[in-house]
């Protein structure tokens, strides 16, 4: 039994001896003469869409409004082909802000969860220094639904707080079932 445990730990040891390593590469220093472009804290990480929607929005900020800048986007999902996200941004001199759209492509299926990475190259962020920002990175967790609003009522909690507030009903007519949002 011992000398059993010894070779398939021998074994494993050998197979993890066969990865090659990744050769170390530094970030590049950060240069505080940039504009900074973070993410909107007010972006939403999880993104409901209607059944019928085709695009959702996505909201960048910068520091330095003194000229124009084109931004350029990276992306990533590990689904291919389901999100467009466009390539570049355009800040006019003197705006703080823009929003751009995501595509959404009719492929997705229902009810299923999927995600989303959208950043700004480092050269354009102050990415080291703390921030109260979301930063140069944004993930989305994207959903598609067929909920509406069904009726309105009112929720009292008597043990707890002792306070009511408004709550709205909402109905799937995919999965046949309500839900309070």
């Known amino acids: 039994m011992k000398k059993n445990i010894i070779l398939m730990a021998l074994a494993v040891a050998a197979l993890a001896a066969c990865e090659k390593s990744v050769p170390y590469e530094p970030g590049a220093p950060m240069n505080l003469d940039n504009p900074n472009v973070y993410f909107s804290a007010y972006n939403s990480t999880?993104?409901?869409?209607?059944?019928?929607?085709?695009?959702?929005?996505?909201?960048?900020?910068?520091?330095?409004?003194?000229?124009?800048?084109?931004?350029?986007?990276?992306s990533a999902c590990p689904y291919e082909g389901l999100f467009t996200v466009p390539e570049t941004v355009e800040f006019a001199a003197g705006v703080d802000s823009v929003s751009f759209k995501v595509q959404v492509s009719d492929k997705i299926e229902m009810f299923k969860d999927y995600q989303l990475y959208i950043s700004i190259p480092e050269e354009y962020t102050h990415a080291y220094l703390p921030s109260e920002t979301t930063g140069p990175r944004f993930i989305a967790n994207v959903i598609k639904e067929d909920y509406v609003p069904y009726a309105e009522g009112a929720w009292f909690d008597f043990f707890f707080t002792g306070q009511g507030w408004n709550v709205v009903l909402e109905y799937s007519a995919m999965k046949k079932e309500y839900r309070l949002s």
Do not use: C, G, Q, Y
């Open 46 to 74: 999880k993104t409901v869409l209607a059944s019928d929607a085709t695009e959702f929005e996505v909201a960048i900020l910068r520091d330095d409004v003194e000229t124009a800048l084109t931004l350029p986007l990276k």
